[in-house]
C-alpha cells in the first residue's frame, strides 16, 4: 500500500537552501544589528530551516495529516512550559 | 487497509506454540505473560510499599516505641528498632516512590494496558513486541537500584518522592548523597521502560485494530489506556530531563537548581510538576476506563453517554498539561499566574463530573449484579468523589495555603490513589483472573476482601482530612513535638490502628489470588457475560489470542439489548437479521 | 451508535495510513521532542531568568568550527534522504555508497564536537563553571565582563545539551553502523526500505535538533 508512490523531491536543492540559511544565520551574528532584531531574525530563520527539515526529508509534507498531529502534538505543551516558567522568572 | 489487522508478524497465529520455556514464561514477547509478570512485580512492589507505610503509621501513632520486630533492621535504620528520623524520611520518600513509580503505575498501564489491549482491539500482540518485553526487564533493575539506596552509605534518598531542590540535590540537608544518586538512575530507568511502553501501547491502537474496530467502537478501558500512554509519552521525558539534570548537579557539579551557584530551585518544581500532574492522570485514567466496564457490564446496561466519555477523557488530560502550577501555590508565585492555574484546575472537575454522572446514569434503573468487581468499581466511584471535591478545595489558592503540605494533602492523594487507583485496580484483577489464568477467584473470600478494606481504608484515611485542618504536616517524623499537635495524637492512634488493619485486610486477597491461581475452579469462556473480544477466546488464551482475526460489528456495550435472547452482544456476533432499534 | 446491519464487509476503519514502525518512530520522536524541551526549555529560562548578564556566546565558543560541524550534520542528512530514495528504487549501489558517507559525516560530526569539548575544558570551561586560573577566567570573569555565577550556569546548561545531542547523534551513528552492514548484505533489496526509512526519520530529527540548539546555544 505505500510502496505505490514515493514523492522524492529534490533533496540536493533543500540541501543548498539549509547551507544558504546557515550562512545568512552565522553572518548575521557578525554584522551590527539590533539585538533585539537579531534574536528575532535567528528565531525565525530557525525555524524555517526546522521546517525544511521536516517538511522534505522527513516527509511530514507527504505524509497523512493525522501524522502531522503526531509530530506537531508536543509542540504546544512545551511552549506553554517555556512561557509560564520564564514569565514566573523574568519579572525583573 | 488490510495491514490494520494483520499480523505484524506472519508466523504468529493462536493454536501453535511451539517456544522454548524460557521464551515462554521468561523472556516472553507475548503481551499476555509480559502482562501477567507487571502484575506479579507490581503487587510485590505495592506489598513493600505497605510495608513501608506500616512503619511510617507506627512511627507517627507511637512515637519513639521501637517497632514491633524492627530490631531486625540494622542500626543504621532502627537502632533496637526505634526510627531514627533520618531512616523515617527515607521511608516516606520510598513510600511515595515505590507507590507511584513501581507498584501503581505499572498495576494500571504495565498490566491492563499489555494485558487488555491486543485482546479487546482484536490484535495478536503488540506493535512492538520485544520493545514491550524490554518495556518489563527495565523495570527489574530501576526497583532494583531504588531499594539498594537502603543499603548504601548515608542511606536512601530522603528529600520525598517530589525531591525538592536544593533538598535532593545536595548532602548538605538530608545527609544523603549515594542513595540520591541511586535514586535518579532508578527513575531514569523507569522513563525509559515507560517511553517503551507508551510507544507500544500508541502504535497498538492506532494501528491494529481488527476490522469493524472503529475509534468509537473502542472499549472504554482501551480509550483510557491509549489517552494514558499519550500523556506519559510527553510527560515522563520532562522528568527524565529534569532528573537527569538533578543528577548532573551531584555528580557533576552543575548548578541548574543550585542558587549558591545561580540556579533556580523553583525550576525544578515547575518541571517536576509538569511532569507530576499529568502524572497523576497517569494514574487515575486507566481506573476510569476499568471501571467503565465494569459498570456497565455490572448495570447489564449500555454505558451512558459513550462519547462524551471519550471526550471527557481527553479534556481531563489536555487540561492535566495546564495546572501543574496548583501544587506551588505557596512558592510565592506570580499571583496572576497563580490564578490562572486555579481557574484551569477547577475547569477539570467538569469532565470529571460528566464521568462520575455518566456512571450514576448507567447504574441508573439498571439491573445492577453486585458481583465482586461491582463493587470495587462502586468503591472506586465513591471513594474517587471524595478525593474529588477535596481536590476541588485545593485548587482553590487561598484555601490551599492553609492546608498546603499538611495531612489534608495527604488525606487528598490517597483517596484517589488509594480509593480511586487501587479500588479500580483491585476490580480490574478479580474481574480478568479468570481470563489471565483461566480459573475463577473466590466470591465469598472477594466479598469479605472489598468489605473490609473499604471500612478500614475510610478509617484509616478520613481522619487524615482532620488532622490535616488541624495543622499536622505532612513528611513529620514525631507528632508529639509540638504542643498544638498533641491534643490530635490520639487520632494518630486510631489512624495508625486503622492502617494495621487495612493492612491486615488484604490477606484475603492474597490468599484468594493465590489459592485461585491453583485450585480455582476452572473458568469458562466468557463468565461475566461480557461482550469484548477477550471473552470469545479462551480461558486462558493462546498465543496468538485469536484463531481468524475477529471482525467487529458494534461497541462493546450493548448490554439488554431488546429482542435478543441473552442480555449482552458480543462484539463480532454478526448482527441479526433485522434493523436494530438505535 | 451501532450503525445498520448485515454488513458482510464492514466499515473498516483504517489505522492512521502508515506502517507500524514508522508510526512507532514518530511516537517515540513525539517523546523526544519533550525531552529536548526540558532541556533546552531550562537553558533558555536560566538564561533570560538570569539576574547577571548571560557569556556572548562568541566570546567562549568557536562559531566557525561549530558551523563547519553544522554544515557536516546538514550533509549527513542529506546523504540519509539520498539513501531512502536510493533503498526505494531498490538502488543498491546507491544506498550503500549514500549509507556509508552518513556514517562518515555522523562520525565526523561527533568528532568535532570531542575536539571542541577538549579545547573548551582546556581553555577553562568545565559544567560546574569557568576553572579559576584558567586562561577563559582571566579573559572574561577577572576583567569583569562575566561573573562566574553566570559563567557556571552557562557551563552547566551548554555541555547538558551539546552532550546530550552528542549522545543522540552517537546512538544514531552506532544504529546507523548496523543498517549499513544490514544494507551490504542486501537486508534491504527488493524494495524492503523500510528500516533505512525509520532510522532516518531519527537521524533527521536529530539534525533537527541540532539547528535549534545552534542557533540558541552557539548565536543568539
Same mark, same amino acid.
Given at each position: 500500500m505505500d510502496a505505490a508512490d514515493h514523492k522524492h523531491p529534490n533533496y540536493v536543492a533543500v540541501w543548498g537552501g539549509l547551507f544558504v540559511l546557515t550562512v545568512i544565520e552565522v553572518a548575521a551574528v557578525y554584522m551590527r544589528i539590533p539585538r533585539h532584531l537579531l534574536v528575532l531574525a535567528l528565531l525565525l530563520l530557525a525555524a524555517w530551516k526546522a521546517l525544511l527539515v521536516a517538511l522534505y526529508f522527513m516527509h511530514l509534507r507527504f505524509e497523512p495529516k493525522r501524522l502531522a498531529l503526531v509530530a506537531l502534538a508536543p509542540l504546544p505543551l512545551g511552549i506553554i512550559l517555556v512561557v509560564a516558567v520564564l514569565q514566573e522568572f523574568a519579572k525583573r | 487497509m488490510t495491514a490494520a489487522a494483520a499480523p505484524h508478524d506472519a508466523g504468529l497465529h493462536a493454536g501453535h506454540d511451539d517456544r522454548p520455556w524460557l521464551r515462554r514464561y521468561v523472556f516472553s514477547t507475548d503481551h499476555k505473560t509480559i502482562g501477567i509478570q507487571f502484575l506479579f512485580l507490581s503487587l510485590t512492589f505495592l506489598l513493600l510499599g505497605g510495608l513501608m507505610a506500616m512503619v511510617i503509621r507506627w512511627q507517627l501513632g507511637f512515637p519513639g516505641t521501637p517497632v514491633p520486630g524492627g530490631s531486625i533492621l540494622p542500626d543504621a535504620m532502627a537502632p533496637g528498632g526505634v526510627i531514627r528520623p533520618s531512616f523515617y524520611n527515607a521511608l516516606v520518600t520510598m513510600h511515595g516512590t515505590f507507590m507511584i513509580f513501581f507498584a501503581v503505575m505499572p498495576l494500571l498501564t504495565g498490566v491492563f494496558a499489555n494485558y487488555l489491549i491486543p485482546l479487546k482491539i482484536g490484535a495478536p500482540d503488540m506493535a512492538f513486541p520485544r520493545l514491550n518485553m524490554w518495556s518489563f526487564w527495565l523495570m527489574i533493575p530501576a526497583g532494583t537500584l531504588a531499594l539498594a539506596g537502603f543499603f548504601?552509605? @548515608? !542511606?536512601?534518598? &530522603?528529600? !520525598?518522592?517530589? &525531591?525538592?531542590a536544593p533538598l535532593s540535590n545536595? $548532602?548538605? %540537608? *538530608? @545527609? +544523603?548523597s549515594a542513595g540520591q544518586i541511586l535514586w535518579c538512575v532508578a527513575i531514569i530507568i523507569f522513563g525509559a521502560s515507560s517511553l517503551l511502553g507508551s510507544v507500544n501501547y500508541i502504535a497498538t491502537v492506532v494501528n491494529l485494530r481488527a476490522p469493524g474496530m472503529t475509534w468509537m467502537r473502542l472499549p472504554l478501558s482501551v480509550w483510557a489506556l491509549f489517552i494514558t500512554a499519550i500523556l506519559a509519552l510527553l510527560a515522563v521525558p520532562i522528568l527524565a530531563g529534569a532528573i537527569i539534570m538533578l543528577l548532573f548537579d551531584q +555528580?557533576?557539579? *552543575?548548578? /541548574? %537548581?543550585l542558587p549558591t551557584g545561580g @540556579?533556580? $530551585?523553583?525550576l525544578w518544581q515547575h518541571l517536576f510538576w509538569f511532569f507530576g500532574h499529568p502524572e497523576v492522570y497517569i494514574l487515575i485514567l486507566p481506573a476510569m476506563g476499568i471501571v467503565s466496564d465494569v459498570i456497565a457490564n455490572g448495570s447489564r446496561? $449500555?454505558? /451512558? @453517554?459513550y462519547t462524551s466519555m471519550v471526550f471527557a477523557i481527553g479534556g481531563i488530560a489536555g487540561l492535566g498539561f495546564m495546572v501543574w502550577g496548583h501544587h506551588m501555590f +505557596?512558592?510565592?508565585?506570580n499571583p496572576t499566574l497563580g490564578t490562572s492555574f486555579m481557574a484551569s484546575t477547577m475547569l477539570i472537575a467538569v469532565p470529571t463530573s460528566i464521568k462520575v454522572f455518566n456512571w450514576l446514569g448507567t447504574m441508573w434503573r439498571g439491573n445492577i449484579h453486585f458481583h465482586v468487581p461491582m463493587l470495587n468499581a462502586i468503591g472506586f466511584l465513591s471513594m474517587f468523589v471524595i478525593g474529588g471535591l477535596s481536590g476541588i478545595f485545593m485548587a482553590a489558592t487561598p484555601v490551599d495555603m492553609y492546608i498546603h503540605d499538611t495531612y489534608f494533602i495527604v488525606a487528598h492523594i490517597h483517596y484517589v490513589l488509594f480509593g480511586g487507583s487501587l479500588f479500580a485496580a483491585f476490580a480490574g484483577i478479580y474481574y480478568w483472573f479468570p481470563k489471565m489464568f483461566g480459573r475463577e477467584m473466590h466470591d465469598g473470600l472477594g466479598r469479605w476482601h472489598f468489605g473490609l478494606t473499604f471500612v478500614f481504608y475510610n478509617l484509616t484515611f478520613f481522619p487524615m482530612h482532620l488532622l490535616g485542618l488541624g495543622g499536622h504536616m505532612r513528611r513529620l517524623y514525631d507528632p508529639t513535638q509540638y504542643p498544638f499537635l498533641a491534643p490530635m495524637q490520639p487520632i494518630n492512634v486510631f489512624v495508625s490502628v486503622s492502617a494495621f488493619l487495612l493492612m491486615a485486610a488484604q490477606l484475603p486477597f492474597v490468599w484468594n489470588f493465590f489459592w485461585s491461581l491453583f485450585r480455582g475452579p476452572k473458568a469458562p469462556l466468557n463468565p461475566w457475560r461480557d461482550n469484548s473480544l477477550e471473552w470469545t477466546v479462551p480461558s486462558p488464551p493462546p498465543h496468538g489470542n485469536f484463531v481468524e482475526t475477529p471482525t467487529v460489528y458494534r461497541g462493546p456495550y450493548e448490554y439488554s439489548v431488546p429482542g435478543e435472547p441473552e442480555d449482552f452482544l458480543p462484539q463480532d456476533r454478526p448482527a441479526p437479521a433485522r434493523q436494530e432499534a438505535h | 451508535m451501532a450503525p445498520a446491519v448485515q454488513p458482510a464487509a464492514p466499515p473498516a476503519e483504517e489505522g492512521i495510513g502508515v506502517y507500524t514502525q514508522k508510526l512507532g518512530m514518530w511516537v517515540f520522536l513525539a517523546s523526544e521532542v519533550m525531552f529536548f524541551t526540558a532541556l533546552i526549555g531550562t537553558y533558555i529560562i536560566l538564561r533570560w531568568g538570569s539576574a547577571e548578564s548571560w557569556p556572548v556566546p562568541q566570546d567562549i565558543l568557536n562559531i566557525p568550527l561549530t558551523a563547519f560541524n553544522t554544515f557536516v550534520l546538514i550533509c549527513s542528512s542529506v546523504s540519509m534522504v539520498k539513501a531512502y530514495a536510493a533503498a526505494t528504487h531498490d538502488d543498491q549501489k546507491g544506498l550503500r555508497l549514500w549509507l556509508v558517507l552518513t556514517v562518515l559525516a555522523g562520525a565526523t560530526f561527533v568528532g568535532v564536537q570531542v575536539l571542541e569539548y577538549r579545547h573548551l575544558i582546556h581553555e577553562g570551561l568545565l559544567p560546574s563553571g569557568i576553572r579559576d586560573g584558567s586562561p577563559l577566567a582571566a579573559r572574561l570573569v577577572d576583567s569583569g565582563k562575566l561573573t562566574a555565577t553566570a559563567a557556571g550556569l552557562f557551563g552547566s546548561a551548554f555541555f547538558t545539551m551539546t552532550g546530550f545531542h552528542g549522545f543522540h547523534v552517537t546512538c544514531g551513528v552506532i544504529c546507523m553502523t548496523f543498517v549499513t552492514i544490514k544494507a551490504f548484505r542486501g537486508g534491504y533489496s527488493g524494495g524492503r526500505f523500510h528500516g533505512v526509512e525509520v532510522i532516518g526519520l531519527y537521524w533527521h530529527f536529530v539534525d533537527l535538533v541540532w539547528i535549534i540548539l545552534f542557533t540558541i546555544v552557539y548565536l543568539i
Open positions: - | 548504601v552509605e @548515608g !542511606g536512601s534518598a &530522603a528529600s !520525598g518522592w517530589t &525531591a525538592y545536595s $548532602p548538605l %540537608y *538530608t @545527609g +544523603v +555528580v557533576l557539579g *552543575t548548578h /541548574f %537548581y @540556579g533556580q $530551585p523553583l446496561k $449500555p454505558i /451512558f @453517554g +505557596v512558592s510565592g508565585m | -
